[in-house]
């Protein structure tokens, strides 16, 4: 009687072999990373902090608004790193509800950020010009 039973999971595909996951031995887009992908984002991700360290420490730049900028730019390079090779996301994770969730997050932010340097900015051309008078007047 057993073997007529595993002659029937054998017909129909129910062997003990198969449990229904598909996908063995296939690289999958849901890939979680291996210890080359993980090495890879470390040794990215250290580059992209060591080189705004000498940047700013050696100051191999004259402006600091320039500075600023290549930091920033450097930042953002680092955050994609970190997005793709630790926390494994591209545009087809989750059918690409992750990518969208990241869009809108990225204009949020971004959205924010500028709003809030502008408002400093012109918080210090405004106010401090007054304030720099008064400690003239102040001075004997």
């Known amino acids: 009687m057993s073997d007529h039973n595993h002659n029937h999971e054998q017909q129909h595909g129910h062997g003990h072999d198969d449990h229904g996951h598909g996908h063995h031995g296939h690289e999958d887009h849901h890939d979680h990373g291996s210890l080359r992908s993980y090495a890879t984002g470390f040794v990215l991700a250290v580059i992209l902090t060591v080189i705004p360290f000498w940047l ?48 809108f997050t990225v204009m949020m932010v971004v959205i924010a950020m500028s ?16 304030m720099m008078q008064d400690a003239m007047h102040q001075m004997p």
């Open 115 to 130: 709003g809030s340097i502008w408002v400093m900015f012109h918080l210090n051309h405004n106010m401090m010009p007054g």
């Open 56 to 103: 700013v420490m050696g100051k191999v730049f004259a402006s600091s608004s320039t500075a600023a900028f290549v930091l920033l730019a450097l930042g953002a390079v680092q955050i994609v790193v970190h997005m793709v090779y630790f926390l494994h996301m591209n545009s087809k994770s989750e059918g690409g509800w992750n990518m969208l969730a990241l869009i």
